[in-house]
């Protein structure tokens, strides 16, 4: 295994303390389904928040899907 090359932050640390005692493998599989998810609509909200601001539509995102460069 390889090791550390920077410390654990402190998120890091919290879920190791949350998780100290043993989870089976479907417990595994929902927590890890849980921050996956808090993680997608973390960006979801971001990204939204972003198309707001800037005055993105849905007809700039398909040009830019559509642009001969990609």
């Known amino acids: ?12 640390l919290e879920i190791l303390k949350l998780f100290s005692q043993p989870l089976n493998d479907a417990e595994r599989k929902e927590v890890k389904t849980l921050l996956v998810k808090y993680l997608s ?5 971001k990204v939204d928040d972003i198309t707001q601001q800037k005055g993105y539509t849905q ?5 830019w899907l559509n642009e001969p460069n990609q």
Not at 1 to 12: C, G, I, V, W
Not at 41 to 45: C, E, G, I
């Open 1 to 12: 295994m390889n090791d550390l090359k920077m410390p654990l932050n402190a998120t890091q």
């Open 59 to 63: 007809k700039d995102f398909d040009s």
């Open 41 to 45: 609509d973390k960006l979801t909200r």
